[in-house]
């Protein structure tokens, strides 16, 4: 039998309702076109950050070599409109191109393990730069622009956005809730035990850096849709790589909730930064990267529990009868196991 939800679990079964509602309500309140942008920009990366937890967070692989995905997402959705497709079809073959590359790449870079296998995506996303850089389809270093047949839509562009954020969300609950979620964590725990357990770490990272990577090229495509001109050293570079990995740290690594709060975090800070500090942004970032490490290595996430739990202590301190009802909805004793 099932015990009941306390106040603790409705919250969380609540929330991302609560959320996804006001943000599919929010241009009914006739917001500044800035803002819808910058929700929009919001949600790719805050996509891209969940996408990326799959792998880097839950199975404990990094890898530098996301902005492959997210590039390959931006080009085969430009290409397949360009064809004359419907741009949701483009974000679909986005998808199912970079699940392809995930595999293509994952089959000799999984061989690897620890500092090799990072130093093996940071090779891979230079040379497939390098390449498109050099292909006269996508454009070469010139770039490729999009154009439609119909008006700019600010707000179909925002929707597609809140769609696949919210997409990427729901993928990753399941799995994190999931057999396959808890094989992972095992995986990152200790490889070689999780092998002994019946677990295969090497098709179980293959099928969740393709999971991964498929929310990646889907992100990539909208993203470069309404950009409608992009190029190689844009969509592919390093630097793309980079931030994809570094808002799930900021947020928390290996939580999902963490990776959302790292992607609007970035999303909402990265443009005054980088419009404000042009050439120390990066230096910024890197400086916030090294605090959180140093200081709380469960990022912005692990913070606020740290936080939740003091004020936690204090209402037990304070001698209320009820404290670990009202904050968690159980027991006294129950509720000490967090």
């Known amino acids: 039998m099932k015990r ?15 959320l996804l509602a006001g ?3 929010l241009p009914a309140t006739h917001p500044s076109d800035n803002l819808i942008r910058l929700l929009f920009i919001t949600a790719v990366w805050t996509t891209t950050s969940l996408g990326w937890n799959l792998l880097g967070g839950m199975a404990g692989q990094v890898s530098f070599g996301f902005a492959v995905f997210f590039g390959l997402g931006a080009y085969t959705t430009a290409l397949l409109m360009h064809a004359g497709h419907s741009p949701y079809f483009g974000f679909v073959g986005g998808a199912a191109i970079a699940m392809l590359a995930s595999f293509l ?37 010139s770039g490729y622009r999009i154009t ?16 696949a954020v919210a997409l990427a969300f729901v993928v990753s609950m399941v799995i994190a809730g999931s057999k396959f979620g808890l094989a992972l964590r095992a995986i990152k725990q200790d ?15 293959l099928w969740i850096h393709a999971i991964a ?22 969509v592919f570079a390093f630097q793309t790589g980079i931030s994809i990995l570094l808002m799930p740290v900021i ?37 916030l990267l090294i605090v959180i490490i140093l200081l709380e290595p469960d990022g912005l996430l692990g913070l606020l529990r740290r936080l939740f739990r003091l004020f936690r202590r204090k209402r037990e301190d304070s001698g209320s009868p009820d404290a670990d009802q009202i904050l968690w909805g159980r027991g006294g004793v129950e509720g000490r196991k967090f």
Do not use: C, Q
């Open 213 to 234: 990577a498929g929310l990646t090229g889907i992100a990539g495509g909208i993203y470069a849709r309404r950009a409608a001109f992009f190029y190689p050293g844009d």
């Open 148 to 163: 439609e047949d119909k008006p700019f839509s600010p707000l179909e562009h925002y929707y597609t956005a809140i769609a």
């Open 23 to 25: 943000l599919l309500l």
């Open 105 to 141: 790449i994952g089959l000799p870079t999984f061989r690897l393990r620890g500092p090799y296998f990072v130093i093996a995506t940071i090779g891979v996303t230079e040379a497939v730069r390098v390449i498109m850089n050099n292909l006269d389809v996508t454009g070469g270093a």
């Open 251 to 287: 947020g928390g690594i290996g939580t999902v909730w963490g990776a959302v709060l790292g992607g609007v975090v970035f999303g909402m800070v990265e443009e005054e930064l980088v419009v404000h500090f042009p050439n120390l942004h990066l230096l910024i970032y890197g400086s």
């Open 4 to 18: 009941p939800l306390g106040a603790a679990g409705w919250i969380k079964v609540i929330l991302p309702w609560i």
């Open 191 to 205: 490889e070689d035990a999780a092998a002994d357990l019946g677990v295969n770490p090497f098709t179980s990272k």
